[in-house]
């Protein structure tokens, strides 16, 4: 018998085809992950405009603030946008999430090697967590501000910070813990996940980042993550003090419907 190897064949068999279930499944992937990334740009572009509005209750007072939710308020209520940057948006979001959930353990997927490749993974540590917590705390504030006083009153056009210093004023615990969480939660998965929602969105590749450099810019995003959340919830404090509210009745009467009565 001859003791020769044969060197027609490669050591290591090349990898199977993948399937035609397989192929769907990396397709219907991608959408997800693209569906994922265009809504989180959107919703973005709504909690920035609200974002600024809290912000200037912090730097110039409430009646600023009120001043500028009134200017900027049209554009994402209205009738058309609305649906698309804000519960549209959420709804997707969450839709594309779950469907990337259901199908990962079906796919091995792994970052690219090489000098170049796309991200796979947002930077901050957390993210499906802050995600997860970050669905009631958003749903009981678009409720609030939003659904309540259309159920109430007919309409939320005419809500101003009120609303929220009501509550801050006179249920303090759950309203300060309900939106300091918003708040930080928000902040936090939006900032972790806008590099990659971006770089999706849009196209592109970015370089691989060395352990040093990545672990900088994790370092910067906690920070700007961080200085955003104070700002906002100063601007909380100066909503709490608002000592003029039109709508207290109104708000009164929201808050008890919305709340449990132990809570009241």
């Known amino acids: 018998m001859s003791s020769s190897i044969d060197t027609s064949l490669p050591a290591t068999p090349p990898p199977p085809s993948p399937t035609p ?42 009646a600023a603030a009120d001043s500028a939710l009134l200017l900027t308020r049209p554009i994402y209520q209205d009738a058309h946008l609305e649906g698309w940057i804000v519960t549209g948006s959420v709804i997707w979001h969450l839709v594309a999430g779950t469907t990337k959930s259901i199908l990962k353990p079906y796919l091995n997927i792994t970052s690219t090697s090489g000098k170049t490749t796309t991200t796979t993974t947002p930077l901050l540590r957390y993210h499906d967590v802050t995600g997860q917590l970050l669905v009631p705390l958003l749903a009981g504030h678009y409720y609030l501000a939003r659904g309540m006083p259309i159920k109430t009153m ?66 910067k995003t906690q920070g700007v993550a961080l200085g955003i959340s104070t700002i906002l919830i100063a601007g909380l404090v100066a909503t709490s003090r608002m000592d003029k509210i039109p709508l207290r009745r109104e708000y009164q009467d929201i808050y008890s419907q919305l709340l449990p009565a132990w809570l009241m």
């Open 21 to 62: 279930t397989r192929t769907i499944i990396y397709k219907v992937y991608g959408i997800a992950n693209r569906v994922q990334a265009i809504t989180a740009v959107g919703f973005t572009t709504f909690a920035v405009m609200h974002g600024l509005q809290i912000a200037t209750g912090a730097l110039r007072g409430v």
């Open 154 to 219: 007919g309409d939320s056009a005419f809500v101003d910070f009120g609303i929220i210093a009501w509550g801050l004023q006179n249920k303090p615990v759950i309203t300060w813990v309900w939106h300091t969480a918003l708040i930080g939660v928000g902040v936090y998965h939006m900032a972790g996940g806008m590099q990659l929602a971006l770089q999706r969105t849009f196209g592109g590749k970015v370089k691989k980042a060395e352990a040093g450099g990545k672990k900088g810019l994790v370092s």
